[in-house]
Each structure stands twice: as structure tokens, then as C-alpha cells.
């Protein structure tokens, strides 16, 4: 027999391989290889191996491999494979079809007529890399549906706009923590009881006329002339400056405005954005708001469903809709009021803010009112309850009953275009139906209502008179008309557009115990634009304050350089 003799085979203990290399391979250049290569693919020369294999080649990053084994590539320009199989075709429904889609007209058991067929491996596929398939052809009822309302109505959903803060926080500021409107509506606790300090100002009582405006006899809105309206902030008033150097109340520590507190109490149901200045002095806690802050403003079409538009040059920008709501209450607070009859004066009948004879402020009474947040301690406890002097805004007085003076706040509720913001013609359903117009400003202003409200309550007004007030015409911001009046007691008056008081207390009863938690020092309280939550920044003591005007340099003597 012949013999197989093996060559010598050499060993290699610290791997495997060899351990030399040959004499006839010595000079060629090795080439690494991948290990994901498709040796699975070689003879695979089908039309979904193709494409599926010039889709990860695509995708995969080039290797770097020697170039002795770089080949040219070939030119395949103008050439493609071509798939002459015919799409599959999609099965139709018919109306009353049972069994494979279902029962009835719209089917049943998970798919029907308008239902999706199943996804098969061939669609999957041609999903996947872009392969045209032919679809059904759309019906006429879904050409007329798209039409008129853009394809499926019942599942359009707009894009969530996204606002703007009403101040541009800068990094450097450090967050001191936040609340939540979910923490706050769970808040409660009962109204206190408020006790007058200080009382000054003009009020004038309200013209009985207007409770006989209606939509067939309107009043044309006026503008209030040059008479001015004071927005002074806390740590400006001269009067709460006294009071707080005033030994009897050295136990207050919280001082604020009704504007302020109302803005806090009403937190949860605000949609813009809105801060507050919150002074940490010593023990003492200053609410304060920035110039021409947001809140010094009427809101309109708050919270509506995405009202209004972004050019600013339209009327129903955001700016221009709260200036338009600002004028027209301040117009209608004026106008209403009767000035046939003597005013109720107090102290210093022009208020505290004049700053100079040639003013002329509107009429109000300015109550500065103390209330006491919590309960009080029982025997032997230390007393925990906090002090809060508040200043707080009368607009008018009303005859009552008994020819008693009822003190009244006077607001004004604007229409803009009935087409755009419910459907609901004032002019036609002010008098029928009110109660629907007042459902529709609820639920366009509702945070609006709640702070009317709430400043009515803080200030112990005994009514609250509206006023409808609409453009003659719906295209022009500038001319309105009084269509319409309406008398409510604040009490009476918070049920009916779901306000809890007790839930308002406990809001600003927690913000004010999380304020007096802070250290000394300068703090803004901002509601984010776009989520439910109220943030605390440490802020420098110096922020948001107004730069002082440049003194005019000396005009240069003749001569002079």
C-alpha cells in the first residue's frame, strides 16, 4: 500500500495558526475580512436580497482595507433591477359584508370596512424601503370629507403652541423650589375675617341708567380722557410705608396688594405666563410686581381652546386683545358712574399716587384691610398664624334697599367675534339667554372671573357690577358698545363659575408660609408659559429695576472747545 506521510505540523503554544509564514507567501500583503460578511447571501440573487443588501450597504460605515486589494468598481450606471411582478391587490370591503370583515356596515370583531388589511412580509418589506404600492382608490365621500374639513375632523388636533415667559430668566438664577397646581387644588382653608386700618380716596355712585341698556338700546363705550390710572406697586405705596412703621401693627408681616394676592389665589386655573417680586426684609415679606408687569393688564381669551393669532399686526394678537380688554374696563368703570351726584370722599380724596396738582386721577377708594391666616392656637400653644395688610380697590357705591351705601366693583366682560370664540351672538342672546353667555366667558376667561372675584372679596365690596361691552364691528378693536348690564354678590356670585374659597385661602395661605421659609434677599415668583408649576429664583437685589436717566450734559459755551 502506498503510504501518507504528513508534513512536520508545527505547534504554537500561545495561540493558534501558524508560526511561520511560507516562502511563496511572504511578499503578499494580507487583507483583513469582515466577520458580518453575508456568506449566508452568496447565491442568493433575488430581488428582496438585492435591495435589502444595497440598503446596509448604504447605511455601513466604509472599511479601510489594503490597497493592493482595492478593485475598481464597476460602472453601473443606467443600469436597475426591475421587479415586473404586480403589486398585490388590496381587498374591498363591501358594506354588508360578514365574515372576513366583519358584521355590519362599519364591521365588527377588530376590522371592518374602513379597517386596515393585515400587514403581511411583502408589505412589511415594501413599507420598509420605499417601495410604491398601489392603493384603492379614495371614495367620493372621503374626497368631500377632506374638503370640507381637512381629512378626519374628529382626529385633527392642533400643534400645542408653545408660549413665552414673562421674563427671560437668566441662568445664573438659582431655582428655590416650585409648586405644582396639582399640590394647590388640594389646598383648603376657611376665609378669615378682615379688620379696616385705612381708608382714602373718591367714590362715586354708579348712573341707574345703564341697567336699561340692552341690545336694541346700547350706550356707546367712551374713552376715560386723560384721567389716570395708578398701578403702584407694593414697596411704592407711601401709605403702606407708614402703616409698616406704625407700632400697632408691628405684628403684620406680609404686605401686599388685592391685585397681587388675587393673581396667587387663582394660580391654578391661569394659562399665560405671570411673575411676581417676592422682598424678603428682615421677618417682614413684601409681595411686589415688576412695571408694566402682566398682571397690571385684563387677560382675554385665556382659556380658550388655542385663541388667537401670532402676526402682532392682527387684532387678535395676545397684546393687542389684553390692551383692547384693559381700555375697555378702564372706559366703563368711568363711564357708569354719575357725577350729578356728591362723591363719598375719604382721606386724601385724590389718593396717595398724585404726583403732581395738574393730574387727574379716576375716582377710587383705596381700603387697606389686615387679615389673619390660620387657626387660632389653642391653650398653651404658640400662636402661628400670620398677618397680612392688604390694599385693596372700591370702584363705586350703589343704593341699596334701605338707601344703604353698597360698596361696588365695576368690570367689564368684551366680546371680540361670536364666529370665533362660541358661536354666541351677544346681540341676539344677551337678553334670552345670559346664562349661556356666562358659561361661554367662563370658559374662555376663567381665570379672569376668578380674580374679579377674589378682589371683590378682598376688598369687602358688597356687588360686582358687568358689563357686556362688544365692537360695532367685529373687525375693528377701537369702537365698542354697552349692550348690557349685570349685578351679582360676590358670595353668590363664586359658585356660579366653580371658585372654592376655601381652596383660594389655602393657596395663599402655603405660598405665603413657603415665601417667610426663604432667606433674606430679592426672589422672582414666575409661572412657567407652558406647564402647570410656579416657580421661586433667587434673583440679584438689583433686578428689574428701572436705570436711572442720564442727567443732560451742560450745553458748551460759545468759545468753548
Known amino acids: 500500500m502506498v503510504a501518507f506521510v504528513l508534513d512536520d505540523i508545527p505547534e504554537n503554544p500561545d495561540g493558534w495558526g501558524p508560526t511561520t509564514v511560507p516562502e511563496q507567501y511572504g511578499n503578499i500583503p494580507f487583507a483583513p475580512y469582515e466577520k458580518r460578511s453575508f456568506i449566508g447571501r452568496v447565491a442568493d440573487w433575488s430581488v428582496k436580497a438585492e435591495q435589502y443588501r444595497e440598503q446596509r450597504m448604504r447605511n455601513r460605515p466604509k472599511e479601510a482595507a489594503n490597497e493592493a486589494f482595492t478593485a475598481t468598481a464597476d460602472d453601473n450606471e443606467g443600469f436597475a433591477l426591475v421587479d415586473t411582478k404586480g403589486a398585490p391587490p388590496q381587498p374591498q370591503y363591501d358594506k354588508g359584508m360578514r365574515g372576513r370583515g366583519g358584521r355590519g356596515r362599519f364591521g365588527g370583531r377588530g376590522r371592518g370596512r374602513f379597517a386596515p388589511a393585515p400587514m403581511g412580509e411583502e408589505a412589511k418589506f415594501n413599507a420598509k424601503f420605499g417601495k410604491k404600492v398601489v392603493t384603492a382608490p379614495v371614495s367620493k365621500w372621503k374626497k368631500n370629507q377632506q374638503a370640507n374639513y381637512g381629512g378626519n375632523r374628529w382626529n385633527d388636533q392642533k400643534p400645542v403652541r408653545t408660549r413665552e415667559a414673562s421674563v427671560d430668566v437668566r441662568p445664573d ?23 379696616d386700618i385705612y381708608t382714602c380716596g373718591t367714590l362715586y355712585t354708579y348712573d341707574k341708567q345703564y341697567d336699561r341698556v340692552n341690545p336694541k338700546a346700547e350706550k356707546t363705550l367712551v374713552s376715560p380722557g386723560e384721567k389716570a390710572f395708578y398701578k403702584v406697586s407694593t414697596s411704592d405705596d407711601p401709605i403702606v410705608a407708614r402703616l409698616h412703621d406704625d407700632p400697632k401693627l408691628a405684628n403684620v408681616r406680609v404686605f401686599a396688594t388685592d391685585a397681587i394676592l388675587s393673581v396667587i389665589m387663582a394660580a391654578p386655573r391661569s394659562s399665560f405666563a405671570w411673575d411676581l417680586v417676592v422682598n424678603r426684609v428682615g421677618d417682614k415679606l413684601f409681595l411686589d410686581k415688576r ?131 362660541g358661536g354666541i351672538d351677544w346681540r341676539q342672546k344677551l ?31 358688597d356687588l360686582i357690577k358687568l358689563g357686556f361691552v362688544t365692537r360695532t364691528n367685529p373687525k375693528n378693536n377701537e369702537n365698542h358698545a354697552i349692550i348690557g348690564t349685570g349685578v351679582y354678590k360676590p358670595r353668590e356670585f363664586a359658585p356660579l363659575i366653580n371658585l372654592n374659597i376655601s381652596n383660594a385661602w389655602g393657596i395663599l395661605k402655603a405660598v405665603i408660609d413657603l415665601c417667610l421659609q426663604l432667606p433674606e434677599g430679592k426672589f422672582l415668583m414666575l409661572k412657567d408659559p407652558n406647564k402647570p408649576v410656579v416657580r421661586f429664583y433667587s434673583v440679584p437685589t438689583d433686578a428689574f429695576e428701572e436705570p436711572d436717566e442720564p442727567e443732560p450734559l451742560p450745553e458748551e459755551e460759545e468759545g468753548g472747545l
Open 431 to 461: 337678553d334670552s339667554q345670559r346664562g349661556a353667555v356666562l358659561a361661554t366667558e367662563l370658559k374662555n376667561n376663567s381665570n379672569k372671573l376668578a380674580k374679579w372675584t377674589l378682589q371683590a372679596m378682598l376688598a369687602g365690596a
Open 291 to 421: 412695571s408694566d408687569a402682566p398682571i397690571d393688564y385684563v387677560t382675554c381669551m385665556e382659556t380658550a381652546n388655542d385663541f388667537g393669532d401670532e402676526d402682532r399686526d392682527s387684532i387678535h394678537h395676545h397684546f393687542k386683545l389684553m390692551n383692547e380688554a384693559t381700555y375697555i374696563n378702564q372706559a366703563f368703570s368711568q363711564q357708569v358712574l354719575s357725577r350729578a351726584i356728591p362723591p363719598m370722599e375719604f382721606e386724601e380724596p385724590k389718593g396717595p399716587f398724585a404726583t403732581s396738582p395738574d393730574e387727574t386721577p379716576a375716582p377710587v377708594s383705596y381700603r387697606y384691610r389686615q387679615f389673619t391666616l390660620g387657626k387660632p392656637p389653642k391653650e398653651g400653644e404658640d400662636d402661628k398664624r400670620v398677618s397680612v395688610l392688604c390694599r385693596c380697590e372700591i370702584d363705586g357705591i350703589m343704593k341699596g334697599k334701605q338707601e344703604e351705601d353698597l360698596f361696588v366693583r365695576l368690570f367689564a366682560l368684551n366680546e371680540l367675534d361670536s364666529r370665533t370664540t
Open 173 to 195: 438664577w438659582p431655582v428655590n423650589g416650585q409648586v405644582t397646581f396639582q399640590e394647590m387644588q388640594k389646598l383648603a382653608m376657611e376665609a378669615p375675617e378682615a379688620a
